[in-house]
């Protein structure tokens, strides 16, 4: 079974204590994905201290995730791909009164077929 990639998130998402918007929404692809296999999502993250971060796709919540510390680090969870579809969009969020946290580089890793 064949394998392939995608991207999402040009930029640095940083979502600020305080902030008056604790998420961000970005579309991204998945052309070819075969639905009934797993998927895998890894992105890096890096708090600024105590935060809960939530990631969705297509309104699935496949990561809610409480970091307590400043230690970036790469963040990898595998998924149902049953979830993914050729349009999807990602959504990452925050805890309201959470300290800052950014993402970036996300990758998705999906069989085709």
């Known amino acids: 079974m064949a394998t392939d990639f ?3 998130v040009d930029n640095a998402i940083t979502l600020k204590k ?3 918007v604790d998420f961000e929404q970005v579309d991204f692809e998945t052309a070819n994905v075969n639905t ?8 890096l993250v890096t708090p600024t201290g105590a935060v809960n971060l939530t990631v969705e796709i297509n309104g699935t919540t496949v990561v809610s995730q ?3 510390s400043t230690l970036g680090r790469v963040w990898r969870e595998n998924f149902s791909a049953s979830i993914l579809k050729k349009n999807n969009t990602l959504t990452v969020a925050k805890d309201g009164d959470g300290e800052d946290i950014t993402v970036q580089d996300f990758l ?3 069989k085709t077929g």
Do not use: H, P, Q, Y
């Open 108 to 110: 998705f890793l999906f």
């Open 6 to 8: 995608t991207t999402a």
């Open 36 to 43: 009934a296999t797993n998927a895998s999502v890894e992105f």
């Open 18 to 20: 305080g902030g008056t």
């Open 66 to 68: 409480n970091f307590n």
